[in-house]
Antibody
Framework: QITLKESGPTLVKPTQTLSLTCTFSGFSLNTRGVGVGWIRQPPGKAPEWLALIYWDDDKRYSSSLQPRISISKDAANNRVGLTMTNMDPVDTATYFC??????????????WGHGILVTVSS | EIVLTQSPATLSLSPGERATLSCRASQSVQMYLAWYQQKPGQAPRLLIYDGSRRATGIPARFSGSWSGTDYTLTISSLEPEDFAVYYCQQLSNWPSFGPGTKLDV
């Protein structure tokens, strides 16, 4: 059974840096073709893909957010991190991490965490 | 940047009826489109990928098809648990989601 869980601060101030961690089980990020991604969803709006990291440390980023975000992995401890700099109130959203299995097209996620609501406010 | 447009924004139907949801891409994404279902307070759930392939455990009443840049998600006979928001997602180098269709009773 695959599970993912997001953790981190639920309230950050404008201009601060957000650091989130995704802790997963049921798969290995050492397995060829596996990826873990981050997706966010502002309240009442559609999801927005942010970043994806593959088993071989290949990384992909949203073109609009690339200057501000960084994704990393700790495969030995089943964790993936996301860092986003210079947070703004418009970044208020639920942040999800999700699993991309090797047999699906890139950027398709078939298991998701419950998400963590991050509010940006002074 | 590829933009997805979903229609209608809201679809009001009853259990047992057939639902047809549309997603149009601003340029070709070939078969690289997925559909997700999302219920309040939950994460999106993958239904369809590569235009027409059902994800693991998805009932056969869900089907996907496409023609050119027009993609369709069909639910053949609505069950009470199918009332939710549905998003399409294109899978190009910079993936994006459509604005969603709310399917309600």
């Amino acid at each position: 059974q695959i599970t993912l869980k997001e953790s981190g601060p639920t309230l950050v101030k404008p201009t601060q840096t957000l650091s989130l961690t995704c802790t997963f089980s049921g798969f290995s990020l050492n397995t060829r073709g596996v990826g873990v991604g981050w997706i966010r969803q502002p309240p009442g709006k559609a999801p927005e893909w942010l970043a994806l990291i593959y088993w071989d440390d290949d990384k992909r980023y949203s073109s609009s957010l690339q200057p501000r975000i960084s994704i990393s992995k700790d495969a030995a401890n089943n964790r993936v991190g996301l860092t986003m700099t210079n947070m703004d109130p418009v970044d208020t959203a639920t942040y999800f991490c999700a699993y991309r299995p090797p047999y699906l097209s890139r950027f398709v996620f078939d298991s998701w965490g419950h998400g963590i609501l991050v509010t940006v406010s002074s | 940047e590829i933009v997805l447009t979903q229609s209608p924004a809201t679809l009001s139907l009853s259990p047992g009826e057939r639902a047809t949801l549309s997603c149009r891409a601003s340029q070709s994404v070939q078969m690289y489109l997925a559909w997700y279902q999302q219920k309040p307070g939950q994460a999106p759930r993958l239904l369809i990928y590569d235009g027409s392939r059902r994800a693991t455990g998805i009932p056969a009443r869900f089907s996907g098809s496409w023609s050119g840049t027009d993609y369709t998600l069909t639910i053949s006979s609505l069950e009470p648990e199918d009332f939710a928001v549905y998003y399409c997602q294109q899978l190009s180098n910079w993936p994006s989601f459509g604005p969603g269709t709310k399917l309600d009773v």
